[in-house]
T-cell receptor
Framework: DSGVTQTPKHLITATGQRVTLRCSPR?????VYWYQQSLDQGLQFLIQ???????AKGNILERFSAQQFPDLHSELNLSSLELGDSALYFC??????????????FGPGTRLTVL | GQQLNQSPQSMFIQEGEDVSMNCTSS?????WLWYKQDPGEGPVLLIA???AGELTSNGRLTAQFGITRKDSFLNISASIPSDVGIYFC??????????WGAGTKLIIKP
């Protein structure tokens, strides 16, 4: 158990809908990262938050947004969903910046299926 | 930008065989991380390397930080069925953002 929790575990929805994925980082970790992993693909970095502020952006679509709350949990919002958004979405957390502190610990993921 | 190249892309092995995979870059890294992802699960950190030349073991797994700081190797001895999965290497860039390899998929031959 990495200490990172994600809910829900599975999510099935229809095209055009909007969903929210939730992540709670490990105790003491200030950074939260979101990744997308499509079937048999590698990890695509979406976005990072550090202590409530956006820190880095990857290949995140404009239809997607995220935020980190004062209690450090994070939410990833996916809107106007398309079939191609079906994927595993992972949250990871790390202590902060710095080489050793950048080691990321992953949650179990949310499997999103868009029908 | 910095890239990590992992090879091989996939490996078919017999149970009991030793496995070797590597990760290379044209850039220098100060940290190398090796993760394993089981199907449908999140990646789990296996080994972290922080010093050039460092050799670190975790059970049957051994990883090395190349002395040029541009590569790293992961070896698995006497593979067992639960070793199946995808192995990712990763390292922080100059902004401490993790760069990820594309993964090596390990498959055990029946």
């Amino acid at each position: 158990d990495s200490g990172v929790t994600q809910t829900p575990k599975h999510l099935i929805t229809a095209t055009g809908q909007r969903v929210t994925l939730r992540c709670s980082p490990r105790s003491g970790d200030l950074s939260v990262y979101w990744y997308q992993q499509s079937l048999d693909q590698g990890l695509q970095f979406l976005i990072q938050y550090y202590n409530g502020e956006e820190r880095a952006k990857g290949n995140i679509l404009e239809r997607f947004s995220a935020q980190q709350f004062p209690d450090l949990h994070s939410e990833l919002n996916l809107s106007s969903l398309e079939l191609g958004d079906s994927a595993l979405y992972f949250c990871a957390s790390s202590v902060s910046a710095g080489d050793r502190a950048s080691t990321q610990y992953f949650g179990p993921g949310t499997r999103l299926t868009v029908l | 930008g910095q890239q990590l190249n992992q090879s091989p892309q996939s490996m078919f092995i017999q149970e009991g065989e030793d496995v070797s995979m590597n990760c290379t870059s044209s850039s220098i890294f100060n940290t190398w991380l090796w993760y394993k992802q089981d199907p449908g699960e999140g990646p789990v950190l296996l080994i972290a390397l922080y010093k050039a030349g460092e050799l670190t073991s975790n059970g049957r797994l051994t990883a090395q930080f190349g002395i040029t700081r541009k590569d790293s190797f992961l070896n698995i001895s006497a593979s067992i069925p639960s070793d199946v999965g995808i192995y990712f290497c990763a390292g922080p860039d100059s902004n401490y953002q993790l760069i990820w390899g594309a993964g090596t998929k390990l498959i055990i031959k029946p």
